[in-house]
């Protein structure tokens, strides 16, 4: 969402009360009542929201880092899922370095996100793909963890997407719907 104007129209479509739509599981949770938004041109609004989030989505097709990596706080996870080619960066090169790196295909150190990742050593702050840590082969923070690893202090998941994992997905999201008769069933 490109204007505010924009912005504003997702935050309320986000925040109506649609019960009709809403997975069963999903209903147990605490609902969303508010959303802020913030135009990236806002600097001191981006800065103060980058300080406080858990977790930061960055999810353009942008050529320019959408903030400065000092910005996020210490301990915060980022999932970066917009940029796919080497002129592509959502994040900054201090951020990445901050940062225990996964990655869902070897492609995704290709990209222009991952440009500082390039050289002897770059690739130490990669701990491998998002298959080996969800079967339990590789484990996330350990580095973030050792004090004596005191420059890295976040997680960064780099995904440039691949279709297997789209499959799998789709076929998940089948299944559930499928079995909690979500949805409706279309001829074609």
Same mark, same amino acid.
């Given at each position: 969402?490109?204007? %505010?104007? @924009? #912005?504003?129209?997702?935050?309320? *479509?986000?925040?109506?009360?649609?019960?009709?739509? $809403?997975?069963?599981?999903?209903?147990? &949770?605490?609902? =969303?009542?508010?959303? /802020? /938004?913030? &135009? &990236?041109?806002? *600097?001191?609004?981006?800065?103060?929201?980058?300080?406080? #989030?858990?977790?930061?989505?960055?999810?353009?097709?942008? +050529?320019?880092?959408?903030?400065?990596?000092?910005?996020?706080?210490?301990?915060?996870?980022?999932?970066?899922?917009?940029?796919?080619?080497? &002129?592509?960066?959502? !994040?900054?090169?201090?951020? $990445?370095?901050?940062?225990?790196?996964?990655?869902? /295909?070897?492609?995704? %150190?290709? $990209?222009?996100?991952?440009? +500082?990742?390039?050289?002897? *050593?770059?690739?130490?702050? +990669?701990?491998?793909?998002?298959?080996?840590?969800?079967?339990?082969?590789? =484990?996330?923070?350990?580095?973030?963890?050792?004090?004596?690893?005191?420059?890295?202090? +976040?997680?960064?998941?780099?995904? !440039?997407? /691949?279709?297997?994992?789209?499959?799998?997905?789709?076929?998940?999201?089948?299944?559930?719907?499928?079995?909690?008769?979500?949805? @409706?069933? =279309?001829?074609?």
């Amino acid at each position: 969402n490109r204007t %505010l104007e @924009r #912005a504003e129209n997702l935050k309320n *479509d986000l925040l109506k009360n649609n019960s009709d739509g $809403v997975v069963e599981s999903a209903k147990t &949770l605490s609902p =969303v009542t508010d959303i /802020t /938004t913030r &135009l &990236l041109s806002d *600097d001191v609004g981006v800065c103060n929201a980058l300080k406080d #989030a858990d977790i930061i989505a960055t999810t353009t097709n942008t +050529c320019n880092p959408l903030f400065p990596g000092e910005w996020p706080k210490q301990g915060c996870h980022i999932n970066g899922v917009g940029s796919y080619t080497p &002129l592509m960066s959502e !994040v900054d090169d201090e951020l $990445v370095k901050r940062c225990e790196l996964i990655i869902d /295909t070897k492609e995704a %150190l290709e $990209v222009g996100d991952l440009s +500082c990742m390039k050289g002897d *050593d770059a690739h130490q702050n +990669c701990i491998g793909l998002i298959g080996d840590i969800i079967s339990g082969d590789l =484990v996330v923070g350990k580095r973030r963890d050792d004090p004596n690893e005191s420059k890295i202090d +976040c997680t960064f998941y780099k995904s !440039v997407g /691949t279709a297997i994992q789209d499959v799998f997905s789709a076929q998940a999201a089948y299944e559930y719907a499928f079995e909690h008769n979500i949805g @409706r069933s =279309v001829e074609m």
